[in-house]
């Protein structure tokens, strides 16, 4: 069974803590993106990737960074994290080249909920 | 620029009642167009997905969803709800078939009340 695993399903932080938010995937997929959800507002895309080492912004990326140093694993960044940063975060990944992303859209984590106090 | 509008934000409903699910988007070129169902505190699952072909699409777990491309809509029904389906639906466009990006829709709850 494929999977996206997020590694932490909660996570409670402290103001101004650096906070690493890990993913990993096990499908050989050349995409990966992070979003956030917060009641209302929907998914909202934060940082995607569509290849090793490569990285593009999304639509709030202010206050993220990420990291792709494998293909496999997708790291999400907090630098100092905020009590605005409280939300849901999940990790979704697709294929490109096999068109199995065009069969099943993305596969998406299970979400981290992060809080930070 | 693609968009998706998913036109109720909370639909509540009995047991065993019918539902219809809105799900609009825009678009200027050919998409692909899924649904997904979210239960509390997990991630998202894949319902159902329409690339080509038939434009009725039937998905797990009894959904089914029509693609209408005049009216540029892609709604999800059930003709019987359970307790078991109050979670919330997400629709999603590929556009131009591409595996890069999907655009989301801000989501409907459905409840299902006993």
């Known amino acids: 069974d494929v999977k996206v695993t997020q590694s932490s399903r909660y996570l409670v932080k402290r103001t101004g803590e650096k906070v690493f938010l890990e993913c990993v995937q096990d499908m050989d997929h050349e995409n990966m993106f992070w979003y956030r959800q917060d009641p209302g507002l929907g998914l909202r895309l934060i940082y995607f990737?569509?290849?090793?080492?490569?990285?593009e912004k999304g639509d709030i990326p202010e206050g993220y960074s990420v990291s792709r140093e494998k293909k496999e694993r997708f790291s999400l960044i907090l630098e100092s994290a905020s009590t605005n940063q409280t939300s849901m975060y999940l990790c979704a990944s697709s294929g490109e080249r096999t068109g199995s992303a065009l069969f099943y859209g993305y596969t998406f984590g299970s979400g981290t909920r992060l809080t930070v106090v | 620029a693609q968009s998706v509008t998913q036109l109720d934000s909370q639909v509540p409903v009995f047991e065993e009642a019918p539902v219809e699910l809105r799900c609009n988007y825009s678009s200027s070129v050919s998409v692909y167009l899924f649904w997904y169902v979210q239960y509390p505190n997990q991630g998202l699952q894949l319902l159902l997905k329409y690339l080509s072909g038939s434009t009725l699409v039937k998905g797990i777990n009894g959904f089914e969803a029509e693609f209408n491309k005049s009216q540029t809509s892609f709604h999800l029904r059930k003709p019987s709800v359970h307790i078991s389906d109050t979670a919330e639906y997400f629709c999603a466009v590929s556009e131009g078939g591409s595996a890069r990006q999907l655009t989301f829709g801000s989501g409907t709850q459905l409840t299902v009340l006993p």
């Open positions: 990737s569509y290849d090793v080492k490569m990285k």
